[in-house]
């Protein structure tokens, strides 16, 4: 019996090494839950990592959670696997607390999370395989100044992940081949509630949002390659961050997507192709937001849509073969410089009880099968001498000058308007296609931070320029209260991009009392139109310190409750917050400078303040 008993064991053992030979399976080999402790030792100490001073290399592969407990190390996969011992459980990495940690040359793979990083900041992902992580292939909460990037992150519902995060950089990965995890949606890239972060040169490709940003705010998102799914881009409740140059193609629903309160991004040279339905859409109270030098082509509906959206800039796209270039239910938006060409139906505007909804002017309609439809009242035309669109059916002639088109000699403007129907014409249509200007730089947003500074202390003032003309331009751009200067800043811009630059006003030396404020872009050499290098847009009231408000809504003189209740009101609140109140971040770590928080800081200056009147 007992020689019968090793026989049976010899086989068994036998037959489990053919099978793992058969199937090339490595082992692996370490299990429980590994330690990297504060003071640098490796628990338990018979793990498969081994120590060179703050640099941890493992020696095989690991078979479940590491958590880092030490700052200012390095952990090295070395080519190795960590993987969950229960599939779709726990996390691969844990940093909690930590700082300037890295970790590259990983398999991470069958976890919940594959890397977590909370509360940690200064890090650095580099370098690894990611797959197969059920929830998050990386997520970052509350983590702030950490960098991803050159990893391949595929088969998660989210591949990056960060919530609550600032000043992060995601540069440079592969994100593929999102899973479904419960209700959440496919995300290759999620920005969430946070500020300040880079999403750029990464390739994503199957993930129903390619990028998403949720209540996020100067949010860099540029060069990214992002291919297949239901979404490209898509914002929601996010202000104040630039697209740029990114390739958008192959999505069932719309390259670019805002949805929901989304005011001043600025989305410059995104190339757009078959979109299923748009190109870029709009949908739900999105306001102030810029579009220019955009290529959007092969839209199943609209290559621009917008819907209860208004005071948005459309400057400078090529709108190509879609069903329509642009459709419109929405009012106060202006177009200009675009190119609307072989598309079913140029432009499509659906009724709307705003007199004259929208504006169009130096745009070139180019054999649309229907130029325009319009069921509402449109500007088209930019008055005389600028002039309107061009139209490639326009059948009038140009012997003919002037406001009225009847005093002798040409000048490039139709002599009869073009028709569109008895409410809309365009009163001077150009002869030939509108071109840009060689060289023209224009100023179309002014933002202050916020509309009551106390005197002495500083007001942040972002302003956007762009430049429409044909060639890289270096300027200036000075702000002013009412006529004072404020400050003059140079940018470089390519042509068709847009810019946001941030300006500090010191309130020191200015007497109590109503600022308007404006922006002047210098006209660069050989620049003829002027009249848009000037915006202004934003009035401020320079108050006793301590006095934000009053019976009327505006400050009255005195530091009281009304006062202490707008502080109390936005406590604890960040530009992204609901309860966010811009004239309650009254100061920060920098005496009367704001810091986008309002904390105990703000609060002391009302209250050290309270009661006294303004002399």
Known sequence: MERKAKSGIMLTLLIISMLTLAFDVPPVKASGTIYIRADGSIDPPTAPIQRDGDIYTFTDNINDSIIVERNSITMDGNGYTLQSPLAGSGYGFDLTSISNVTIRNTNIKNFFYGIYLNLSSFSTVFGNNITNNTRFGICLNASSSNTISGNNITESNQGVHLGWSNYNIVLGNNITNGTLYGGYAMTGVSVLYS?????????????????????????????????????GVMLSGSSNNTVSENNIANYIGNGIYLHWYNDYNTFSRNTITNSSSCGISLVSVNKYNIFSGNNITNSGSSGVHLFGSHNNTFSGNNITSNLYG?????????????????????????????????????????????????????????????????????????????????????????????????????????????????????????????????????????????????????????????TTIIETKTATLENGASTTIAFTWDTSGFVKGNYTISAYAWPVPGETDTTDNTLTDGWIIVAMIGDLTGPEGYPEGKCDMRDVYVVARAFGSHPTHPRWNPNADITGTLPGAPDEKVDMRDVYVVARNFGKTDP
């Open 326 to 482: 642009v459709y419109l239910s929405s009012f106060n938006n202006t177009f200009s410089g675009n190119n609307m060409v072989n598309n079913q139906c140029g432009a499509y505007l659906e009724s709307c009880p705003y007199p004259r909804s929208n504006i169009f002017h130096h745009n070139n309609f180019i054999h649309n099968t229907v130029q325009v439809y319009s069921a509402s009242n449109n500007t088209w035309d930019d008055a005389y001498p600028s002039g309107g669109n061009y139209w490639s059916d326009y059948a009038g002639v140009d012997v003919k000058s002037g406001p009225n088109q009847n005093q002798p000699g040409s000048d490039g403007i139709g002599d009869t308007p073009y028709v569109i129907d008895a409410d809309n014409r365009d009163r001077y249509p150009f002869m030939n296609p509108w071109t840009p200007q060689a060289y023209d730089i224009a100023t179309v947003n002014v933002t202050p931070f916020k509309t009551v500074v106390g005197r002495g202390y500083t007001l942040h003032i972002n302003v956007t320029v762009t430049n429409q003309g044909c060639y890289t331009q270096t300027f200036k751009t000075t702000t002013y209260s009412n």
């Open 195 to 231: 500020n300040n972060t880079q999403v750029s040169g990464n390739n994503i490709t199957n993930y129903g949002y390619g990028i998403q940003l949720g209540s996020a705010s100067n949010i860099t998102v540029s060069r990214n390659n992002i291919t297949k799914g239901q979404e």
